[in-house]
């Protein structure tokens, strides 16, 4: 305890810890936030707004490509009653997302 008080030859290499321990600190905190933000859970500086398309199913998408125009009312048909077996939606219910 008597070297650590003792100011008059320096710090003396202990001092070195400090920016070891700082930098281990940001370094684990870093690494929880990216593995919390890949894993689908929103980190603190994402806004609900900044989630994504979290409400995009495929029908939803199929929809709005039909209305965009990029498929047509065949190809839109068809892959519908694809979608409907796959997930398991009602064929009567509804047309578009």
Not at 6 to 24: E, M, Q, R, T
Not at 37 to 42: E, F, M, P, S, Y
Request: aromatic share 10%; glycine share 14%; no cysteine.
């Amino acid at each position: 305890m008597q070297t650590l008080a003792n100011w008059d030859g320096g710090p003396g290499p202990w001092i070195l810890f400090f920016p070891l321990i700082w930098a281990a600190v940001v370094i684990g905190a870093v690494t929880v936030l990216r593995r919390t933000a890949r894993h689908g859970h929103r980190g603190p500086w994402r806004t609900p707004a900044d989630a994504g398309p979290s409400g995009d199913s495929p029908i939803a998408v199929l929809g709005r490509r039909f209305a965009a125009g990029e498929i047509d009312e065949d190809e839109y048909w068809r892959r519908l009653s694809v979608l409907d077996e796959q997930f398991g939606r009602a064929a009567g219910k509804g047309g578009t997302a």
